[in-house]
């Protein structure tokens, strides 16, 4: 989605739709980079920019699953977020799981930084975009019209739509949970299923732990849990990927590791450097094959989890405090105020009973869709960050991603 885009006139107003860390980023970078009169204004229904999903508060103990150091919101300095705590009288003894600090600081941070650069925001969901000219004409859902000169779309992942992506459910939807404040629904004797095993499952998991001792089973079609970050990733000179097909990557990927003895994260780290590359090669076929074949395994070494949170995970699942099962769900009612599945288990084509009381739907579901964008896609004077860039840069859903993403679209609205 994202080409070339000159402008005949240097824009005077941008607009920014989506007021999460994206576009506290892209505010953050545009005022150390750009013209200083040009005027920059956030739509999000929410009271304030920067915290969006990931790291609005109250702060429950959720930590980020990127170390500190790498979380800076300036792409000039990379240490900004670690100096920040140290102003807050933070000092890195003080939190439990550095150098992974708590989600909720970290949308403080976020939000403080913002704030200290001016910027507009208006507190309205943009339904609707149309071309006007050379400019952007915005919908509010308030009835207003807004108009500006360049569109950046940043309006992050959606949740899960349960009738679209999640059908077998719909009959119990009143006991499934999407969002993680749903759980404060949860009974002590309640016996949850989390559909989903990356890091939104582990966060629920977490979040269920902390509260008692609930039972807990998690399900996903591989039933692969994220591996932990190492101490010390060491660096691995790969060759370039770009030109390989998803099965010749593999093979490839599978021999350093035998001749390297390299741990998954140090060779996740080399892949990844060379993602977006090997994302633009691909044909549309050999994307379809690396989503179908592929992408699980990779999600694993790509999204990790602290070491702590790992091995916490680990002595549950030896102790039996939490099942994991590789599958998915085909049929679900409610029996006696219970929740009944039957289970499509991996490598079976048995049916399998299985009783709960509540779901958690941990999945993440790719942009809102609420957004009419009417047909607009490669215009002029309109970026797509953050996860609706996803089907052209693939790997944008972690801040270092986003953070580097920004600096180049600001680059190109600074070059005219
Ligand atoms: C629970 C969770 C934890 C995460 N933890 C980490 C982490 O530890 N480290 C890391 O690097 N990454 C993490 N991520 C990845 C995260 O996606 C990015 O770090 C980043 O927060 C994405 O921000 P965003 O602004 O693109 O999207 P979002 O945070 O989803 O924000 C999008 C905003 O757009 C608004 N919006 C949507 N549609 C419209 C519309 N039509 N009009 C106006 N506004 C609209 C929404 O209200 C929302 O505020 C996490 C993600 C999640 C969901």
């Known amino acids: 989605m994202n080409s070339r885009k000159t402008f005949i006139q240097a824009p005077k107003r941008i607009g920014i739709v989506g007021g999460g860390a994206s576009a506290a980023l892209f505010v953050i970078e545009c005022r150390r980079r750009l013209d200083p009169s040009i005027e920059l204004v956030v739509f999000d229904p929410t009271s304030e920019t920067g915290r969006g999903r990931a790291y609005a508060g109250p702060d429950r103990g959720d930590l980020l699953n990127v170390p500190a150091a ?23 003894s003080s939190f439990e799981h550095w150098p992974y600090v708590n989600r909720a600081v970290y949308g403080d941070y976020i939000v403080d930084r913002v704030n200290s650069v001016p910027f507009v925001h208006i507190a309205a969901r943009v339904i609707a975009v149309q071309k006007e000219n050379d400019r952007f004409a915005l919908t509010l859902d308030s009835q207003a019209m807004e108009r500006v000169d360049a569109l950046i779309v940043a309006t992050g992942y959606r949740s899960p739509d349960l009738s679209r992506d999640f059908a077998a459910l719909v009959p119990v939807r009143d006991r499934v949970m999407i969002s993680l404040d749903d759980l404060s629904n949860c009974q002590k004797s309640d016996e949850i299923l989390i559909v989903g095993t990356g890091l939104t499952a582990i966060d629920v998991w977490r979040r269920v732990r902390n509260a008692g001792d609930i039972q807990v089973d998690f399900i996903s079609r591989r039933g692969l849990f994220p591996i932990a970050h190492e101490d010390a990733p060491v660096p691995i000179q790969i060759p370039k990927l770009d030109t390989l097909t998803p099965v010749q990557i593999l093979r490839l990927v599978r021999n350093l590791k035998r001749e390297t003895q390299a741990g998954w994260p140090s060779l996740a780290i080399a892949i990844r450097a060379q993602v977006r590359a090997i994302w633009r090669a691909w044909e549309p076929r050999e994307r379809r094959r690396f989503f179908r074949h592929l992408r699980p395994y990779w999600e694993v070494i790509r999204h990790r989890m602290p070491q702590g949170i790992r091995a916490e995970l680990d002595h549950d699942l030896k102790s039996g405090r939490v ?32 009783t709960c009381d509540r779901i958690a739907l941990a999945v993440g579901a790719p942009i809102d869709e609420d957004l009419d964008l009417g047909g607009l896609g490669n215009e002029r004077g309109l970026w797509f960050i953050g996860p609706p860039a996803r089907s052209t840069l ?23």
């Not at 790498?70 to 933070?90: C, H, I, N, Y």
């Not at 270092?400 to 680059?411: A, G, L």
């Open 394 to 416: 693939w790997e944008i859903t972690a801040l270092p991603d986003i953070r580097e993403q920004v600096r180049q679209v600001v680059s190109e609205l600074a070059n005219g």
């Open 70 to 92: 790498l979380m800076s919101a300036r792409s000039d300095d990379p240490q900004d977020f670690v100096e920040w705590l140290k102003t807050q009288g933070r000092s890195e």
């Open 323 to 354: 099942r994991v099962m590789a599958g998915r769900v085909k049929f679900a009612q409610r029996v006696n105020g219970r929740i009944q599945l039957e289970l499509g288990l991996k490598n079976s084509s048995e049916v399998v009973a299985y």
